[in-house]
């Protein structure tokens, strides 16, 4: 059991931040849900550290329950019938007046939750940093499609961001 743990901590240590930022992404903004679903996204690796199967990297499994949980709270919020709007998003900003970076961020974090679910996932993956060949194994979808996609992506956003 004492293994276990210590390879559980090693993994939260090695991946919290990230799968914070990808929670961050899909709340557009709101810490407290981000937080709160990083941590259902850690319960659920360690009830199902046993079995992973070494398939792919622990780091693709991760992502993979962090997506799929993000996801199945978007389904659970829509079912409530709440919209999350530009005003619900908060920026955490060290200094009294929010520069220019952030409010570019808000613009970004808005237009991302106007894609699909499938499309949030895509990009906010994307921005991680992850491969695409990474991401195509996350999410299931070929290789060529993702890169297909992250391109219509980008060029979606850069509109909503310009108000095109």
Sequence with gaps: MASKENTYKNIYKENYAKVMRLCMGYTVGDEALAKDLAQETFIKVWQNLDGFRNESGIGTWIYRICVNTCLAEIRKQRKKDRNLSLDTIQVSDSDENPNE???????????????????????????????????????????????????????????????E
């Design 101 to 163: 970076k952030e409010d570019m961020l808000v613009q970004l974090y808005s237009c991302i939750d106007k894609l699909s679910s499938i499309n949030k996932a895509i990009i906010l993956l994307e921005l991680e940093g992850l491969p695409q060949l990474e991401i195509s194994e996350i999410m299931g979808i070929k290789h060529e499609a993702i890169r297909t996609r992250v391109h219509r992506i980008k060029q979606q956003l850069t509109k909503c961001v310009n108000n």
